[in-house]
């Protein structure tokens, strides 16, 4: 026989995927580690574990104890499968701007969930954060992980992201693209590569209406650069101190629309249904495309599965009403999908063109 005890043993070790069609495009080896190949569906599975068992560990956690988060859903549905199985409850906030898929995800894995407004800033009473500390004050024996702050959560992919990829890619990369939320992922992971080889490059994928990029190079925090978007999980209005900014060499913004269409072509083209942030993160890649030898070896970190949108940036309706395309079949206009790859060098530089003119124009209206 061969079996897990129970579904914990299934985290992590996500495969890593070549991507043939990227690669084409942006003239380079790209390949993707897939974190929607954990049970939970993304890479939080891996900070819960972590989490909840050093929490145990420390004392903090006490048995019959809940967990309380916040969250932009995937922490909180990754917290209530580890918490379910070790017998405690989970409270979770999360801001009104997760799918409607998220939010009954949660409910399905038994979290209670608390909704805040999106808009509120993150010292607001109000706000996903403040009410998460409040509730952490007010439920006896309660314990607030902190993901933004905590560095187990960074801990845990120096553990076993950061060690997987290096392995996966038998030890030679060059550019590492992740999205930045936290900071957990980009950071534990990058820190582990950097030890490796530290001329990998570091590339941070920071949203429209969040501070990071700006903070990471002038080192001000400015709250002018805060709007609120339709990513989830990339772009903050604080300053997480998970985030390693030393370890990340560069930050990228990319936008709704653009991150949007190009989770929705990673689907076509690539097979991989994968979340809102992997579309964002690929949109990264297209934007700094000309940076790349043709030998160098890039990684990108997809975070979590498209299923999770499906109300969102897979619902056509959902598309016209942001804006994000004209009418169903809107992505075979050319500013906004690449045409067939073909061997013919012409037709590869209209393809390359095309994704240049949907990466301008697309910055500006998100
Ligand atoms: N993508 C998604 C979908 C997420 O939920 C998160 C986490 N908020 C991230 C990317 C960013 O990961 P991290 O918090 O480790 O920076």
């Known amino acids: 026989m061969s079996f897990f005890s129970n579904v914990l043993g299934t985290i992590g070790q996500t495969p890593l995927i070549y991507l043939k069609t990227v690669s084409e495009e942006v003239g380079t080896q790209v390949f993707a580690k897939v ?33 309380i988060e916040a969250s932009s859903g995937n922490t909180g549905y990754s917290l209530a ?23 009954n995800l949660l409910k399905a894995m038994g979290a209670m969930v608390v909704i805040c407004p999106k808009e509120a800033a993150a010292d607001d009473p109000e706000s996903y954060y403040s009410r998460a500390v409040t509730l ?13 702050f905590h560095p187990a959560n960074t801990e845990a992919h120096y553990r076993t992201t950061g060690p997987e990829i290096w392995g996966q890619m038998g030890g030679r990369m060059t550019h590492f693209l992740c999205a930045s939320g936290t900071g957990g992922t980009i950071s534990g992971t990058s820190r582990f590569l950097k030890e490796m080889d530290p001329k990998i490059r570091i590339i941070g994928i920071d949203a429209y209406g969040s501070v990071l990029k700006k903070y990471h190079e002038t080192n001000e925090f400015d709250k002018d650069e805060i709007y609120s978007n339709t990513l989830e999980g990339v772009g903050k209005s604080i300053i997480p101190g998970n985030t390693d900014f030393d370890v990340i060499d ?7 629309r653009e991150s949007a269409l190009m989770a929705r072509q990673l689907a076509r083209e690539e097979g991989l249904l994968v979340g809102y942030s992997s ?6 890649l297209y934007k700094i495309m000309d940076a790349f030898d043709p030998d160098d070896r890039v990684v990108l970190l997809f975070s979590d599965h498209g299923s999770r949108y499906l109300s ?27 045409e067939v790859i073909d061997e013919n060098p012409s037709i590869r530089q209209r393809v390359l063109a ?10 500006i209206l998100s």
């Not at 017998?87 to 009104?96: A, D, F, L, R």
């Not at 579309?279 to 990264?284: F, P, Q, S």
């Open 35 to 67: 974190e929607a190949f954990n049970p939970g569906h993304s890479a939080k599975d891996r900070i819960a574990k972590y989490m909840i068992e050093l929490a145990e560990q420390e004392g903090r956690l006490k048995p019959g104890g809940t967990v």
């Open 81 to 103: 499968m580890v918490a379910s199985l070790k017998g405690y409850k989970t409270v979770i906030t999360v801001p009104s701007k997760i799918s409607k898929e998220k939010l």
């Open 136 to 148: 952490s004050k007010e439920i006896p024996n309660s314990c607030y992980l902190d993901q933004n």
């Open 250 to 256: 560069q930050y990228i913004k990319v936008g709704d």
């Open 279 to 284: 579309g964002a993160v690929a949109a990264g």
């Open 312 to 338: 969102k940036i897979f619902d056509d309706e959902w598309m016209r009403n942001q804006g994000f395309i004209d009418s169903v079949d809107d992505e075979g206009s050319p500013s906004s999908r690449p």
């Open 354 to 363: 095309s994704f240049r003119e949907l990466v301008s124009s697309t910055n």
